[in-house]
Structures are given as C-alpha cells and as structure tokens.
C-alpha cells in the first residue's frame, strides 16, 4: 500500500483537532483530520462547556456555523454556598465587577456541531470513524499513522508533522512520549460526580457550586427547559441504581436553603476524575494537545479552555516549522504550553479540593475548609483571585 501525504496529520475531530485544522488552513497549511467515532457520537455526547472570553472569540472567529454568541449564555458570576444545614451561605463571585471579564456557558457538543459543519463547509479532509492503530518515524521528517477506515479498509497516511488530540486515552501519546516516559504527573481523588440531565425549568440562572456537609453539589443549566447537575459520589457507584425520587433528595440534601425544580431526569452518568499532564508534550515531528497531554478535574471548568491554548501555541511553532522551516517554536512549545496548563491544573485541583469533603476527612479538615472559603469570599482579594482563574487568563499567542 501507498501511503497518502498530507502536511499535517490531526488525530482525533474534537474542539482542539477541528480548531487546529482551521488555523493551519488559515496559514495556507493542509492537513487531515481523522477520529475513530462517528460524526453522530462527537455531535451526541452531551459534555460540559464553560468558556472563556479568549475561547469564545476564537469558536464565534470559524465559520458561519458558530451558535456560541445565540445559543451560548454569557455568565457574569457563579455562587459558592456553604455552612451548615441550618445557616447555609450564598455568596456571589462577581465577575465583571472583579476582572472585567464573564465566562459563556456553551456545551462542548454544541461547539462541535458548530466546527464540524464550518470545517466541512471548508473542505476539510475530515474522516469520521478511522481508527489508528500505528504510530511511527515521530524522529524522522516523515512520521506516519496507520490503522483501519469507516469502511475497514487499511490506510497509512505520511505526514510532515502529526498531532495527537485524540483525548485522554489517546494512541498518539505512546510515541510522544516513549516508552521510558509512558504515563505523566497524575493525582487521583477518591470522589467523583454523579451528573444528571432533567427537563425542568432553571433552579438557579447561574452556577452554585456547593460544599454541603454532605458534600458538593453544582447546580448547572442548559436551557430554559434543560438542566444539569452534579452531586458528589463514590467513584464506584452505578449510575442506575437510585430512583429519581432518591436523587432529588440527594441534590437536595447538598443544595441547603435553594430550592430546585425538579423534573424527569433522562440521562444519568458518573464522571469519575483526575489531575494529569503527560510527561512530554513532544518529540520530534509529533506533539500533543488537549486532553491527550493533559486532563484536569471538572470543577474549576478550564478542559475546553486549555486545549484551545495549546492549539494556538502549535499553530504558531507549525507555521514556523512548515512555512519557514524553522523548528524553533516546536523547541519552545512544551514549556510555552505547561505554564497555563500547570495553572489550570493547580485552580482545578484547588477548586476541587476546596468544595468537596473527602470520605477520610477530619472535623479539623472540614473546618479548614470552611475557613478556606470564608477567606476567598470574605475578601475583595480572595473573591478576584478565583474570578481572575475562572475567566481565564488571555492567550499567548507568542513561543
Ligand atoms: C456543566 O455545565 O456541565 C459544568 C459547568 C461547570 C463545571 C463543570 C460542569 O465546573
């Protein structure tokens, strides 16, 4: 078999892929983009989405397809309840007020939806459902992928350069970072979410992300008719084993003093987490973004956000590799990409740590952590600090 060339290979079709294949056409740079799920499952899996002002301008800036500005809801703050039962306390983060800047609302998928039209509206090379099983030569000029297409046929493709953003469990990662390196910097945590998606009207029209003495629970939105919310479980639990009516109580039990409207739940799910960075973000003609070099807990909301910052330093390192033959900013990409990334990292983590009562927790631990938050909102200083991360800190656009 002959392989196919192209310039740039992209495995895997979600926001980082698609994103990273418009910029580099921007620059007159081709590429393939390949993903082993079908377009139905991208444009299906209903997934989380808080979006940066630096994120939104870059989705509104691809295509005519972007919704991110109608079906998007621009948030100007979240609450952070806590106390006990009987005193509960709401305090508002005020965004603008804080930093001059908001956060959208806008689920991933519908994102998706947006770049896939917009990408195939370009003309795009984008194959949906081609698994690689290969990755080789990421040390010669000529890295390669191979594997099987939609319609089980083998292909190879030869690239001059090749991108994994083919998510957290991606085949790309291997070869980036050798088998010496396998793995990277991980924290797991002994908790995670039960998620559900219910027909009712708003309980809230912003986020209240709470530390209950039974633990964390995030009262999120969709729509005027759609909600979604999380409250804190054991990682192991199954999803199907409690009744709705159960469920209420639980979210209930964990949102003290708000009332939630309640309606038919129809999906359920437990999104178990964890803090990862790959070891090596790249080597030689191969690099890694998004998901595929770095995972980060759901709570401090930065997953989609970070990607997109790592898509726009490769951009910049390929056009120099590609267009003026220089390697320089692909020398300079991993260590551009890790300060925002170990950022993130460490308000995720913080986040995380700060809203949810670990099953080993001590009255000391509990009680620090109410000091915790009472300092963060009890200060104009504290309040800015987690407004400053939760929005975002502007792109780099330099290496
Ligand atoms: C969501 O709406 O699903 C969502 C929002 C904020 C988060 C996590 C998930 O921090």
């Avoid at 509206?121 to 099987?148: K, M």
């Avoid at 992300?209 to 919310?229: C, D, H, K, W």
């Avoid at 990409?333 to 995380?352: D, L, N």
């Amino acid at each position: 078999m002959t392989a196919e060339r192209t310039r740039v290979a992209i495995v895997g079709a979600g926001p980082a892929g698609l994103v990273l294949s418009h910029l580099l056409e921007q620059a007159g740079i081709e590429s393939i983009v390949l993903d082993q799920r079908t377009r139905e499952d991208i444009e299906g899996t209903i997934k989380a989405g808080i979006l940066e002002q630096g994120a939104v301008d870059l989705l509104a800036g691809i295509g005519a397809t972007s919704r991110v500005h109608t079906v998007g809801e621009r948030h100007d703050g979240i609450e952070l309840l806590f106390g006990s039962e009987e005193a509960p306390e709401r305090h508002r983060i005020d965004f603008p007020g804080l930093t001059g800047r908001s956060v959208w609302l806008y689920p991933q998928h519908e994102a998706l939806i947006d770049l896939i039209a917009a990408r195939l509206a370009a003309g795009q090379d984008l194959r949906f459902g081609a698994t690689v099983t290969a990755v080789e030569g990421v040390d010669s000029d000529r890295p390669r992928v191979s594997g099987t297409t939609a319609a089980g046929e083998p292909f190879e493709i030869e690239a001059e350069f090749l991108v994994g953003a083919d998510g957290s469990r991606s085949v790309v990662r291997p070869a980036v970072t050798g088998p010496s390196r396998e793995g990277g910097y991980f924290r797991e945590y002994p908790f995670a979410w039960f998620g559900i998606l219910c027909e009712a009207p708003k309980s809230s029209q912003e986020l209240i992300y709470s530390n209950s003495p039974n633990g964390f629970a995030l009262i999120s939105q969709r729509s005027e008719t759609v909600q979604r919310m999380y409250f804190q479980c054991d990682p192991e639990a199954d999803p199907n084993a409690m009744s709705e009516a159960e469920i209420w109580d639980a979210l209930q039990a964990r949102t003290p003093g708000v009332e939630l409207k309640e309606g038919p739940i129809f999906q359920r799910d437990v999104l178990r987490f964890r803090s990862f960075v790959s070891h090596e973000l790249r080597r030689g003609r191969a690099a890694l973004v998004g998901d595929a070099a770095h995972t980060v807990p759901p709570t401090g909301a930065k997953g989609m956000n970070l990607a997109l910052g790592d898509v726009i330093l490769l951009n910049q390192a390929l056009q120099e590799l590609l267009l003026r033959g220089s390697s320089r900013g692909l020398d300079a990409y991993a260590e551009a990409a890790s300060e925002r990334i170990w950022k993130s990292q460490h308000f995720s983590w913080w986040m995380t740590s700060m809203l949810h009562l670990s099953p080993e927790a001590s009255d000391f631990d509990r009680l620090r952590q109410r000091g915790e938050l009472s300092m963060v909102v009890g200060s104009e200083a504290g309040r800015r600090y987690l407004a400053e991360a939760y929005t975002g800190w502007p792109y780099r656009t330099e290496l």
